[in-house]
């Protein structure tokens, strides 16, 4: 069963740290790319980070960039978003998403890019 399964959410603090994981089961990660995308409460589903299929390129959105990275463990087949110096405005569900050979588009990553989603985890950012 092909599947991508989220963790690593939780409540902090503004400043703070937070990993998120993606795990993939049932297909190997490493010939994807791998969206992060978040919803805020009453607010659409935004891109925040990618890396494309071949490691070698990436894509920030400009909230994030400098605080957000995007790393691959391929011996785990994973994909992690390491979010430093969190604030307030990220406070959001953060979902995963692969998309086959895919690579990241510099101007922004469209949901419709991506073919497999995980459920999502909870990021909450307290003052």
């Known amino acids: 069963q092909v599947q991508l399964v989220e963790s690593g959410g939780g409540s902090v603090q503004f400043g703070s740290s937070l990993r998120l994981s993606c795990a993939a089961s049932?297909?190997?990660?490493?010939?994807?790319?791998v969206g992060w995308f978040r919803q805020a409460p009453g607010k659409e589903r935004e891109g925040v980070a990618c890396?494309?299929?071949?490691?070698?390129?990436?894509f920030y959105a400009d909230s994030v960039k400098g605080r957000f990275t995007v790393l691959r463990d391929s011996a785990k087949n994973m994909v992690y978003l390491q979010m430093n110096n969190l604030k307030s405005e990220d406070t959001a569900d953060y979902y995963c998403a692969a998309e086959y050979l895919g690579g990241c588009r510099r101007r922004g990553i469209p949901e419709t890019d991506f073919e497999t989603w995980g459920l999502g985890t909870q990021v909450t950012v307290s003052p």
């Open positions: 890396i494309a299929s071949s490691s070698a390129s990436f």
């Open positions: 049932g297909f190997t990660l490493d010939s994807h790319a």
